[in-house]
């Protein structure tokens, strides 16, 4: 009997552990995340502005905050009550809580640089170092992130995010307006000051987040990169204020001024200490890109953040025009749509920009996709598409080609070569799936340039064919099947389609799900 018990007992000890892991399981994969090993808590006690009451002068509001450890005992982190700071503490699990200097605070964003002292640098040489990116894909939505948290007793949770797209912000205490991450998830308790990861790499400082509608905007790493910049050359500054305000010194927000050109979304630097922000002299102008509309693709050139100051090597005026040698003055938006008067199609428009407070020259090549195609019908006949449930379908031709550049297969190469592609309206014109926005409704589904065969054991002539196809069978309520070369089936159901087409529209900022098929 006493042997029984003894087994007994012994199956018990050893399934405490898988126990005990089955619970952590349930919990947010914090404990798990080798993301956290480079944040740490950073604490404030700073004075309350405006104090209340007279007896209030003296009292302090405490708050915390995550901290980015970069090495060398330097700090980053984001608390708009650091300006007003009497004390800095910052501290990690294993670690004692150690004081710390104010290098730089920014008024406009709320970012501060902090640094250990010498003596307490050697304590923190083990701890692992946050790593920035260097760059960020704006391209799709729908990747997948990891939002770091601190909660409120001191300890990291990590939740699973999606990225959504860049979304133009604006600083509630000091109006800045700037490019900003949005992304969207389930994340409890989320605030501002947490931090976005991307395959172990810092690309986001969150600024806000909507617990109603699960969606948040986070500081960009380029601004991260920008600021951090700014407090290694500025390393005398305790604190420097970046108020958005006129040049007289009188408080005043800044007017924004949206510029909607087809491609890209525009927002004016109205304040000198807005430019001097972005790196731009006192006497130039110069307009921020706040977003790259997602059809351009990932590699157009220029980035959210990028403030470009000539195009076509005229600089940008203190009125937002162009100086053309032909037609005069032009806005911003009609520079980058058009040379000298005549709608740009293909190619590249040459664009001297100012990124992370460096000039450089890029060159801005429109995506296919790109609004230009949509309202100029002469593009529109050139270069004809279609989107059905996020999947984005165009006609094989020399224009597509040029676009696709290197990256078009050799089957598609070879029947251009071969003269397959005629001009004839209703001729035979090959389809090709060019693309997948990721939507929930098409997920898992992925294509990149690949010839359509059929549509529901169909040979399919043109696109204006496979709209016809595709009518049909919404309208006798059945599901959408492609035949893809090599045999691949590619099927979207029927129920969902019209939501998925509308998310089309707001997701992927796509107002036409098609163009030149009437």
Known sequence: MSVRRL????????????????????????????????????????????????????????????????????????????GRAVSVTARTGSQMELSVKRRLFDSA?????????????????????????????????????????LNRNGEFDSYAVTYEGVATATALVSGFVYPALRFSGWAPD???????????????IVAGFNAETRSGLAIPASLLRVFLERSRTEPDSSVSRIEVSEANGTE??????????????LEELSTVAVRDYYGLASDRQGVLVTEVLPWNGADVGVRPGDVIVAVEGRPVRPDLSVADPELGLLSVRLALSSLRGVPRGSGSIALSVVRGRIRQDVQYRP??????????????????????????????????????????????AYLL????????????????????????????????HELVEGFAGVAVMNLRHLRELILRRVQAGEDLAFQLEGG???????????????????????????????
Request: hydrophobic share 40%; charged share 25%; glycine share 8%.
């Open 7 to 82: 087994l007994v007992a012994l199956l018990v000890v050893l399934s405490l552990p898988a126990l005990s892991n089955g619970i952590s399981a349930e919990r947010p994969a914090a404990s798990r995340d080798s993301d956290r090993d480079s944040l740490m808590e950073v604490r404030v006690a700073a004075r309350l502005i405006p104090a209340r009451d007279p007896w209030q002068r003296d009292h302090l509001e405490r708050g915390s905050s995550v901290g980015l450890y970069l090495g060398d005992g330097q700090i980053l982190s984001l608390d708009p009550s650091a």
């Open 109 to 149: 964003l709320g970012l501060v640089a902090l640094q250990l002292d010498e003596a307490d640098v050697e304590r923190w040489s083990s701890s692992t170092r946050t790593t920035i990116a260097d760059s960020f894909v704006y391209g799709n939505a729908g990747r997948p992130l990891r939002l770091i948290s």
């Open 190 to 204: 989320v605030r501002a000051g947490d931090v976005l990861f991307e395959n172990q790499k810092v690309i986001g």
């Open 252 to 265: 005043s927000r800044p007017v924004r001024t949206i510029l909607r050109h087809p491609g890209l979304q």
């Open 367 to 412: 995506g296919l996709y790109s609004p230009d195609y949509l309202t100029i019908p002469a593009l529109n006949a050139e270069q004809p598409y279609l989107i059905v449930g996020g999947l984005v379908f165009v006609e094989l031709s020399f224009s597509y080609a040029t676009a696709v550049g290197a990256d078009l297969p050799p089957r598609l």
């Open 417 to 448: 070569e071969q003269g397959a592609v005629t001009e004839r309206p209703e001729g035979r014109r090959y389809v090709v799936l060019d693309r997948v926005l990721p939507l929930d409704y098409n997920r898992g589904v992925e294509a990149h």
């Open 488 to 518: 691949r089936l590619v099927v979207l159901g029927r129920r969902g389609l019209e939501a998925a087409d509308d998310e089309v529209r707001a997701r992927h900022g796509i107002p036409y799900l098609s163009a030149g098929l009437d």
